[in-house]
Structure formats: C-alpha cells, structure tokens
C-alpha cells in the first residue's frame, strides 16, 4: 500500500526556519513528481514546490527565494526546506506523488509562523 508520510512541522517564530520530509512507500520514487502544497484556514490548496525526477524545481511565487525543494532518491524521501518563514506560511503542508495519472497524497503536517 502507498503511503506518504510527512514530518518536520512544528511552531517556529517568523523569520525562523523548519525542514519538512515526506517519505514514501511502496512507489517506483524516482519515476514520481514530487510536490508541497499547503491550505490555511478557508483558503484553496496551493502549490508550494515540486520536483520533477530529473531534479528540475518549479516553487510557488509566494515561497521562492525562501523555500528549498529536494529529492533523495536512495531514501525514496523528499525535503522542503522553509527559510525567512513569515506568519502567512501558516497551514497544513501536504506531500503529493504523481506519475502516469496515479495520485497519492500524504495526511499533511501543521506549520505554524508566530510570536
């Protein structure tokens, strides 16, 4: 069974940094694209980052420049490097896997940005 597990949430202070991991399960990892993405509260789920099998990273607008996106293939696991976290960073960051229209999301993990 596919599984995506995230961790590395927690509370941080804005200007701080958090590293989030998602490993997976179960996938052939290398062939996958790999994302972040992330829901505050009443908002839409947004892209944060995603790497493609060849390492190319596409980020969202809001997070590039902060945020860094990485993949270990060998550890079937992938890294979001959060730096400069400000107060609107807060929400639940998901991890995704796709390739050849498989689907597979993580639970989520909490981030939270504030004094």
């Known amino acids: 069974q596919v599984q995506l597990v995230e961790s590395g949430g927690g509370l941080v202070q804005p200007g701080g940094s958090l590293r989030l991991s998602c490993a997976a399960s179960?996938?052939?990892?290398?062939?996958?694209?790999m994302g972040w993405y992330r829901q505050a509260p009443g908002k839409q789920r947004e892209l944060v980052a995603i790497i493609l099998p060849g390492l190319n990273t596409n980020y969202g607008d809001s997070v590039k420049g902060r945020f860094t996106n990485s993949r270990d293939n060998a550890k079937n696991t992938v890294h979001l490097q959060m730096n400069s976290l400000r107060p609107e960073d807060t929400a639940v960051y998901y991890c995704?896997?796709?390739?050849?229209?498989?689907?597979?999301w993580g639970q989520g993990t909490q981030v939270t940005v504030s004094s």
């Open positions: 995704k896997a796709n390739y050849g229209g498989k689907v597979y």
């Open positions: 179960d996938i052939i990892f290398s062939s996958y694209y």
